[in-house]
């Protein structure tokens, strides 16, 4: 436990600081010092523009987080929510749900992404919502299972006989029962929507180079990769280490122990 | 009875509502095919112009009427014409289809298999060096990007060794870097879901009785708790089959593969109406026969899995 | 088990691979199926050569987009780009209009009838003779099938006089035909049964549609016929892709090239040619809202840019000195000038003044200019990024943004300034441009711009034939369009293409217009 303490701790106290470190306005370029190496003044060295690296990490971790924050958002409670109603309450709400989830795992999230931003403009803010409910499904089917699997558990079935609430039930009861799976699910997926992003540019969305987060930097970078591998090689860590942190702050540590076999 | 019925009521309905709300989002979008056609190639956007190009490609037709007529054209076979190239879409669309459908299909299958095994392994030995593979590959999965390894691929075998020609030729190259890549991507994720199926397993009574009787436990998973396991894996795959068509998209770009990908976006690009309506029916379909196969392949194997 | 998943694997990947096999080859037969319309030279030589590119010594080029058919309606303008089809004029590469198929032309006294002098030297590619009638056919079709090709001079009748002449009556009276022939719907084509052909140094001998395209050499060009090659032409929808086909010398030549893979692929030893695009890069300023609003603020802005940075990055190009590459007659004088300082006095005359941040404002708001462009023309961001960089460095705070539809943001009115790339004498006249930017109804004229003596001037330029008086009016409006900046004019840029050693001594011209030419591999 103490681990995922300081964990979090360090995640934290790296958030904050890349909104307070001090960073170079990114929106100058200096086409003397392209491509430069990093030095005391550019910790990462410089871009293609001559652009300070470490402030585009900086500012464009921010976007980045922010994307991903946002689509983690709202597929972990939308989807938990949806899976939770569909389970407990059954019948016609539960085939629309059904019906909305596989909507939303079918259409390819890439042209929804195209037909979105024709209609409404390309965002950040767009593009997490997009992903959020884009990855919702497999969020809706792993709650609804678990639910499913607590209706059949005593305690809760003596709740309802009992004639608890619905959401009284739903929330203090079931809710924190399945919660750990869901935190873990979204632990492993959730820094995946960096690279989702990333992927966007290639059909010419979220090519802004101008407005940067870490997966236009890869994008617009690939060009160079064979010749400063340095550019890709910092993004590439960044995502990484946000993957890594995910993966083992949700990181059951207790499941673990549980699922202990006789065999370990 | 009953249910294969209702199974076919409901992906009716998604077919007439994907139908529809398509017909209706792409002509919401602000920029016309008409507008787009004079843009490429530098043309006035003169009322004059806009008002033949919107005749000539019938799109001055009453809503209800062109929908109509695209429908009933549809289940007669005739997908229409690309409003763009005037090209037949159908035919358009089966060229297209083979390389995306191998990229998805074959990488995917490769993915599970190899997922299949090294799951398996991973489960046996907790902490182990399988165990530590499958989440090294999750995270790689995670953080590189696609393109970046292809271009990796490329430059090694094609620019330094010259061992293969990705871009001319047959293509074949260019495909089987582009299935390898796409296993190698989904192998990750689903060996998790593999180890963790087996290790619940690893706990039921069943399993421990005969270890204790003297098997030794990789037979006992492997001949006896594959079951439920292998069902685990394949609803997971289900949604990794929506992939054939959105996820092929960066590889399609990185080797210039003509798929359907690559086609869908330049028709997104001329706004082309025709082409992106007939794209979502086709996805519909397809994921019609994913659901009703892997339904059909999970009863097979006798366990409750999540029909949908 | 092992064994039987190995086998499996294996299985599973070769089926895919067949099955992809399959998809290439069905692709093309659907392409060369008559009904198609794409059939063109469909002679006994389409079913032995498949789009099997960069085999044999064919010249493979690497562009964003090939023809999807061979029809001369649909795609004249791709179909020109491969140096397939013709137009009765094309552009040299001073940006001179000449032809091969006429050599004179004479206006009758009525203003609307043209007398076209004819070379009669020119076939098509089966051989026949490209006559008087064969021209008129298929410009009276064109005329017919295409009501843009009716936009000039209202629809046009082509009759063939006699054997050496060509006659042309237009509906409203031009001063001049040869920009009219030279416009991209007009290419010299010939049906045969359901194909087309054409008068081009080359003709298609497969395509797939959108992704590739294979030409031979038209025999009956030139003499020089057997000399050329095969032409192979791929499309790259990624330029990383692109970038890697050129160094594995599976492609000889590479267009669209970014200035840091110039840069790139220069310090590698590669050939990298730089050449006059013909289009032009410029800012189209939102005059009738917001800051740009304010002519002090347009001169100022203008003087902020710094255009010689500009060139410097992007490695190639010169400073514009009005709407029109300078290669032209036409080309205007304009004098931009980069003077940070005077831009400054000019803006704190306006009544702005520094805030503690060095930053401009005028009553607590910040001067805020909202920039914007598009990624289709990979130099614009670039330019934006810069132009951005010097106006926050003179104290002027800008937001920036990359869209995807500009023509969308443009008409939202929602940016002050909008980097613009457009080639602007497409059929080597200046007249066309400059109606649709600064007369009051021009298409591209957005935001409400009116001037009376560019109106007066706009009316003189339709009345006087090509020559020293014509460019002088163009040149006078230029010169007020640099006074009152509805555009401001910023660079006439040259574009790099990447060259094989084969096709080293190549030279295109005039943009992506003629990506193919004549003196391809020669």
């Known amino acids: 436990m103490k681990k995922k303490i300081i964990l979090w701790a360090v995640f934290a106290a790296i958030v904050l600081f890349l909104f307070l470190a001090p960073h170079q306005n990114v929106r100058l370029v200096d086409i003397a010092h392209t491509f430069a190496g990093p030095s005391a003044e550019h910790w990462f060295g410089t871009d293609n523009l001559g652009r300070d690296l470490w402030s585009l990490m900086v500012v464009g971790g921010i976007r980045s987080l922010g994307v991903v924050g946002l689509a983690t958002a709202i597929s972990f409670s939308l989807g938990t929510l949806l899976g939770m109603a569909a389970a407990y309450e059954g019948g016609i709400l539960a085939t629309v749900i059904q019906f909305v989830t596989d909507f939303t795992m079918i259409v390819p999230s890439f042209i929804v992404a195209l037909i979105l931003s024709a209609l409404f403009g390309f965002s950040p803010v767009m593009a997490g919502l997009m992903f959020g409910i884009g990855n919702m499904g497999s969020y809706v089917n792993l709650s609804r299972g678990l639910t499913l699997g607590m209706k059949e558990r005593d305690f809760i079935s003596a709740e309802i006989s009992l004639g608890l609430s619905k959401p009284r039930i739903v929330f203090l009861h079931i809710f924190p029962n399945i919660m750990k799976q869901m935190f873990v699910y979204m632990g492993n997926h959730a820094s995946s929507v960096t690279l989702q992003y990333a992927g966007l540019a290639f059909i010419g969305l979220g090519t802004d180079i101008t407005n940067p987060d870490w997966g236009t930097l890869l994008y617009s970078y690939r060009l160079y990769m064979l010749t400063y591998p340095r550019l890709v090689i910092i993004p590439i860590a960044a995502v990484c280490l946000l993957a890594l942190f995910f993966h083992f702050a949700f990181d059951d540590g207790s499941a673990g122990k549980e699922e202990l076999t006789i065999y370990d | ?308 | 088990m092992k064994k039987k998943l190995a086998m499996i694997l294996a299985g599973v990947l070769a089926a895919g691979m067949l099955f992809a096999g399959c998809g290439r080859t069905g692709g093309n037969s659907a392409d060369e199926a008559p009904d198609q319309g794409s059939a063109p030279a469909a002679s006994a030589e389409t079913d032995s050569a498949p789009a099997a590119a960069g085999t044999g010594d064919s010249i493979v080029i690497g562009c964003s987009f090939v023809s999807a058919n061979t029809n001369p309606i649909d795609c004249p303008w791709e179909l020109t780009m491969q140096g397939v089809s013709e137009g009765v004029f094309m552009q040299n590469a001073e940006g001179e209009l000449v032809s091969r198929f006429v050599t004179d032309m004479e206006r009758e006294e009525d203003g609307l009838t043209w007398n076209l002098a004819l070379t009669n030297a020119v076939k098509f590619s089966d051989g026949s003779d490209c006559d008087a009638q064969a021209l008129a056919d298929c410009m009276n079709y064109i005329q017919a099938e295409n009501a843009i090709a009716n936009g000039t001079a209202g629809v046009c009748t082509f009759t063939a006089a006699d054997a050496d002449t060509l006659q042309v009556v237009t509906e409203r009276p031009i001063t001049t035909l040869d920009s009219l022939l030279c416009e991209w719907c007009n290419v010299v084509f010939k049906q045969v049964g359901d194909g087309f052909i054409y008068t081009g140094p080359y003709m298609v001998d497969s395509l797939d549609s959108g992704v590739s395209i294979h030409l031979v050499p038209n025999p009956y060009y030139d003499d020089r016929a057997e000399q050329r090659s095969d032409v192979t032409m791929i499309v790259f929808n990624d330029a990383a892709a692109q970038q890697q086909a050129f160094e594995g010398g599976e492609i000889d030549m590479m267009f669209g090239l970014s200035p840091e893979v110039a840069q790139i692929l220069r310090g590698e030893g590669f050939t990298v040619v730089d050449y006059d695009a013909g289009y032009q890069y410029f800012v189209i300023n939102n005059i009738a809202d917001g800051p740009m609003a304010d002519l002090a603020i347009r001169q100022a802005v203008s003087q902020i840019f710094d255009r010689e940075e500009m060139i410097t990055y992007l490695g190639a190009g010169r400073v514009a000195t009005g709407m029109f590459a300078q290669y032209y007659s036409f080309a205007g004088h304009v004098d931009e000038i980069t003077d940070v300082p005077a831009a400054q006095a000019a803006l704190e005359a306006a009544g702005y003044e520094r805030n503690a941040d060095g930053m401009y404002e005028k009553d607590g708001e910040p001067l805020t200019l909202k920039l914007v462009t598009y990624a289709g023309r990979p130099d614009l961001p670039l330019i934006m990024q810069m132009a951005s960089s010097e106006l926050t460095e003179a104290g002027v705070t800008c937001t920036t943004e990359v869209v995807d539809d500009i023509g969308a943001a443009i008409s939202s009115g929602e940016y002050d300034v909008i980097f613009y790339a457009h080639h602007t004498a497409p059929s080597g006249e200046p007249a066309a441009i400059l109606n649709m930017y600064y007369s009051d109804e021009g298409v591209q004229n957005f935001y409400g711009y009116h001037s009376d003596e560019i109106t007066d001037l706009l009316a003189q330029i339709g009345s006087v034939e090509p020559g020293p008086e014509r460019d002088a009016i163009a040149q006078q409006i230029q010169d007020i369009v640099a006074e009152d900046l509805p555009v401001t004019f910023l660079i006439d840029p040259q574009w790099h293409v990447a060259l094989s050693e084969r096709v080293a001594d190549y030279v295109p011209y005039c943009g992506d217009y003629y990506i193919v030419n004549a003196e391809l591999g020669l």
């Open chain 2, 1 to 308: 009875m009953n249910k294969a019925v209702r199974f076919i009521i409901k992906w009716l309905i998604v077919f007439f509502a994907a139908s529809i709300l398509i017909f209706l989002l792409v002509r919401m979008m602000p920029t016309t095919p008409a507008v787009k056609w004079l843009d490429t190639l530098h043309l006035p956007r003169t009322e004059a112009n806009i008002e033949w190009i919107t005749h000539r490609m019938g799109l001055d037709r009453p809503l209800a009427v062109q929908y109509g007529i695209w429908m009933r054209n549809f289940f007669r076979g005739d997908w229409g014409v690309s409003l763009v190239s005037g090209e037949d879409i159908r035919a358009r669309f089966f060229a297209k289809m083979p390389y995306s459908f191998s990229i998805g299909i074959s990488g995917i299958l490769i993915g599970s298999a190899a997922a299949f095994f090294l799951g398996f392994r991973a489960a046996l030995r907790r902490g182990g060096i399988c165990d530590k593979i499958t989440t090294v590959l999750t995270i790689f999965s995670q953080s590189v990007p696609m393109f970046i390894l292809s271009i990796i691929i490329i430059n090694a075998l094609g620019v330094r060794l010259r061992i293969a020609r990705f871009f001319t030729g047959d293509g074949k190259y260019a495909m089987l870097a582009a299935i390898l890549l796409t296993a190698f991507y989904s192998v990750g994720s689903l060996s998790r879901i593999v180890r963790q199926g087996f290790r619940e397993e690893m706990g039921k009574s069943y399993v421990k009785f005969a270890v204790s009787r003297g098997f030794s436990k990789e037979t006992v998973l492997f001949r006896h708790a594959y079951k439920p396991v292998l069902a685990g894996l394949i609803s997971a795959v289900i949604s990794h089959f929506a992939y054939v068509f959105g996820g092929s998209t960066v590889l399609e770009f990185a080797f210039t593969i003509p798929g359907l990908s690559t086609m869908l976006v330049s028709a997104m690009d001329s706004r082309d109406y025709n082409i992106l309506q007939v794209y979502i029916l086709v996805v519909v379909i397809w994921m019609f026969f994913v659901h009703l196969v892997l339904n059909l392949v999970l009863r097979a194997l006798n366990v409750r899995g999540q029909e949908s």
